[in-house]
């Protein structure tokens, strides 16, 4: 044996345990993983989870044009938006982007935001199509706000949107693996529960309204936005927080609609959402299970304020739903030039072979 050398049942017991943390691990982050397949075109991403983030890295190495060109139908609401460097901000190869419309007969995709055009179909392209170019539809909102006609089936080849079996991916957000663990400060808390809501229908159009309706029963609400206490941009995160918890109920419930309630206005603060939305399934793909708190839990709107009255009593148990920022950065989507990179890098993903959306109304529902 050699004596400068570890004996042999350390190597194998540290070589075991290496194994299971491995193991552990793989578990941990397959969790995250989710396949996305669809009319053919198959792969595999980590639609949450980046390892590392490539935007504000002004070292990448310039990876060249892809040579295609994005034609954005319409600056989506009509605003003027920033256009950014697709190398820079997802590390591929660029895209010429423009929204100038005589480029249409050479442009390799048109990317249409949905909202510009689904109230009109003489808003859409009327000249001929030009051979292999491909159309984008887009869409962050949810179908209940804007539905989709049957006037744009048969029309556009790749959809995206925050559903996660959309040919091209763009949630409202993400989580960032850390490079190492880190140790998460939680802000300072002096109140109890918050809601900013903008949208306020009556409580027959939206269900969100007829649950606080109830809860303010129990607990106290501070809401915030039009019609109630006035909120500025700029004072929003400083402002939610304060708060231990706060009320990221969605206007409409989908699957995989999980919008910047969640990833601005509760992560970003460093306050827990307490969620209304999709299932906890869901949520639970696209979030750890202890960073957030789903009214489904409950049984009605009462135990969830004792239960929130019960984690606001116990700071261990507070803490214990920012366990997981130790290792996950949360990131709330960047920008409209970022998410037109991700149909950049779509388009070169996906191979260019022939797709068609016969029932895009349908899917979108
Ligand atoms: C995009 O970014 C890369 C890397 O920073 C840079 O080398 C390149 O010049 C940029 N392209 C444009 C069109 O600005
Ligand atoms: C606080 O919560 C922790 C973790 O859930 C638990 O172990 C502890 O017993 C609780 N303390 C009290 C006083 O309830
Ligand atoms: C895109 O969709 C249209 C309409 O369904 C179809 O005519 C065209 O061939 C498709 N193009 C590609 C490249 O799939």
Same mark, same amino acid.
């Given at each position: 044996?050699?004596?400068?050398?570890? *004996?042999?049942?350390?190597?194998?017991?540290?070589?075991?345990?290496?194994?299971?943390?491995?193991? /552990?691990?793989? @578990?941990?982050?397959?969790?995250?993983?989710? $396949?996305?397949?669809?009319?053919? @075109?198959?792969?595999?991403?980590?639609?949450?989870?980046?390892?590392?983030?490539?935007?504000?890295? =002004?070292?990448?190495?310039? !990876?060249?044009?892809? #040579?295609?060109?994005?034609? +954005?139908? $319409?600056? *989506?609401?009509?605003?003027?938006? #920033?256009?950014?460097?697709?190398?820079?901000?997802? #590390?591929?190869?660029?895209?010429?982007?423009?929204?100038?419309?005589?480029?249409?007969?050479?442009?390799?995709?048109?990317?249409?935001?949905?909202?510009?055009?689904?109230? &009109? @179909?003489?808003?859409?392209?009327?000249?001929?199509?030009? /051979? #292999?170019? =491909?159309?984008?539809?887009?869409?962050?909102?949810?179908?209940?706000?804007?539905?989709?006609?049957?006037?744009?089936?048969? !029309?556009?080849?790749?959809?995206?949107?925050?559903? =996660?079996?959309?040919?091209?991916?763009?949630?409202? %957000?993400?989580?960032?693996? +850390?490079?190492?663990?880190?140790?998460?400060?939680?802000? /300072?808390?002096?109140?109890?529960?918050?809601?900013?809501?903008?949208?306020?229908?009556?409580?027959?159009?939206?269900?969100?309204?007829?649950?606080?309706?109830?809860?303010?029963?129990?607990?106290?609400?501070?809401?915030? %936005?039009?019609?109630?206490?006035?909120?500025?941009? &700029?004072?929003?995160?400083? $402002?939610?927080?304060?708060?231990?918890?706060? !009320?990221?109920?969605?206007?409409?419930?989908?699957?995989?609609?999980?919008?910047?309630?969640?990833?601005? &206005?509760?992560?970003?603060? %460093? $306050?827990?959402?307490?969620?209304? %939305?999709?299932?906890?399934?869901?949520?639970?793909?696209? !979030?750890? *299970?202890?960073?957030?708190?789903?009214?489904?839990?409950?049984?009605?709107? =009462?135990?969830?304020?004792?239960?929130?009255?019960?984690?606001?009593?116990?700071?261990?148990?507070?803490?214990?739903?920012?366990?997981?920022?130790?290792?996950?950065?949360?990131?709330?989507?960047?920008?409209?030039?970022?998410?037109?990179?991700? @149909?950049?890098?779509?388009?070169?993903?996906?191979?260019?072979?022939?797709? /068609?959306?016969?029932?895009?109304?349908?899917?979108?529902?």
């Amino acid at each position: 044996m050699d004596p400068t050398g570890p *004996p042999r049942k350390t190597v194998w017991q540290k070589a075991l345990l290496f194994l299971l943390l491995q193991l /552990a691990i793989a @578990a941990i982050l397959f969790t995250y993983v989710r $396949t996305g397949s669809k009319a053919g @075109a198959s792969f595999s991403v980590f639609p949450m989870l980046v390892s590392r983030s490539l935007s504000g890295n =002004r070292s990448v190495p310039y !990876l060249g044009s892809s #040579g295609l060109t994005i034609l +954005l139908w $319409t600056w *989506p609401y009509g605003i003027h938006v #920033g256009i950014e460097n697709c190398t820079e901000v997802l #590390g591929v190869p660029d895209c010429h982007f423009t929204a100038d419309r005589s480029w249409y007969q050479k442009a390799d995709a048109v990317l249409v935001h949905h909202h510009d055009v689904y109230l &009109n @179909a003489a808003k859409l392209p009327q000249q001929p199509r030009p /051979a #292999g170019q =491909r159309w984008i539809w887009y869409s962050p909102e949810p179908p209940s706000k804007h539905p989709v006609p049957t006037f744009m089936d048969n !029309l556009f080849n790749l959809t995206m949107s925050y559903r =996660r079996d959309s040919d091209i991916y763009a949630p409202y %957000g993400w989580l960032e693996l +850390l490079d190492q663990p880190q140790e998460f400060t939680i802000p /300072a808390k002096s109140k109890l529960l918050a809601w900013a809501v903008s949208n306020w229908k009556p409580s027959y159009v939206q269900p969100r309204i007829k649950y606080y309706e109830e809860l303010k029963k129990h607990i106290q609400v501070d809401v915030y %936005g039009r019609g109630h206490v006035a909120l500025p941009g &700029n004072r929003l995160l400083p $402002t939610l927080s304060q708060y231990k918890f706060y !009320l990221a109920f969605e206007n409409s419930q989908h699957d995989d609609y999980i919008s910047e309630k969640v990833w601005r &206005n509760a992560f970003m603060a %460093g $306050t827990v959402p307490v969620v209304m %939305g999709p299932s906890r399934k869901n949520y639970e793909r696209c !979030l750890p *299970p202890g960073s957030f708190i789903h009214i489904d839990d409950f049984p009605s709107p =009462r135990e969830l304020a004792d239960f929130l009255r019960e984690v606001d009593g116990n700071a261990t148990r507070y803490a214990g739903y920012f366990q997981w920022r130790s290792w996950l950065k949360p990131v709330h989507y960047k920008s409209w030039g970022y998410q037109f990179c991700k @149909a950049c890098r779509g388009l070169q993903r996906l191979p260019s072979m022939y797709q /068609a959306l016969p029932e895009l109304s349908k899917w979108f529902k």
